[in-house]
């Protein structure tokens, strides 16, 4: 099954994952122990629901494929790496990818959450993303360290974006990854609606924040 075989180069994906363990933080025991918490949750959750244990499995096929375009086929543009979060920062903060995006002056990140449906799931990240912009925090990453190493610690009040995607769309890209067919990759019609949907919510989520009164908000997610 594609999605097995596809799972299976996931696990060789996410080793460059940021690990949890390289930080000092006081309170990092209490941290793994909610990873372990949720994961076993999720699990039996899966296990009662086969069909919500699929969706997870190929958002994190998708997630993974991502991350390798971005570097290997510019996806998202020449000056934009990717981190794998920490399994903490992904259960807890809802963010999956982080985004450096290179500038002459400085680095600037954005938070990226991968879903597999437009439905009930995608509306309540956005609608989690608002409530943050309301409430004037924001996403934050508690486990991060930057591709050139230069930073490590936690990134705060950065933009956040949900990408949704249609299932059969993540199987056919699955089927391309696992045949090795780097070239259909690079120009597959997933690229241009993932940079369409970052921009759009980029636009949406700034006049939003100008509309409840945040224009200090406003400013990054137009940054």
């Known amino acids: 099954m594609i999605v097995k075989r596809a799972l299976r180069k996931v696990g060789v994906a ?18 793994l122990e909610y990873v372990r ?3 076993a949750k999720i699990e039996a959750q899966n296990r009662e629901n086969p069909e919500h244990g699929e969706i997870n499995a190929i958002a994190k096929i998708f997630e993974a494929i991502i991350t390798e375009q971005t570097e290997l086929n510019a996806w998202l543009g020449d000056n934009v790496n990717t981190r794998k979060t920490s399994n903490y920062d992904d259960l807890k903060n ?13 680095t600037s990140h954005m938070a990226l959450a991968v879903d597999i449906t437009y439905g009930d799931f995608l509306v309540k990240k956005i609608e989690r993303i608002k409530r943050e912009i309301r409430d004037g925090s924001l996403t934050s990453v ?24 249609e299932k059969n769309k993540v199987i056919d890209l699955a089927q391309q990854w696992l045949g090795g067919n780097n070239r259909e990759l690079s120009r597959h019609v997933v ?33």
Do not use: H, W
């Open 14 to 31: 996410e080793l460059g994952q940021i690990e949890m363990s390289a930080f000092n933080y006081v309170d990092l025991e209490a941290d």
């Open 37 to 39: 918490e949720t994961r």
């Open 94 to 106: 809802g963010v999956d990818v982080v985004l450096e995006v290179e500038r002459e002056d400085a």
């Open 142 to 165: 508690k486990y991060f360290e930057s591709t050139d190493g230069t930073y490590k610690g936690t990134l705060s009040k950065i933009p956040r974006v949900v990408v949704g995607i």
């Open 191 to 223: 690229q241009l609606q993932i940079i369409e949907e970052v921009v759009a919510q980029l636009q949406c989520y700034k006049d939003y924040a100008d509309s409840v009164g945040r224009p200090e908000l406003a400013n990054i997610f137009e940054r």
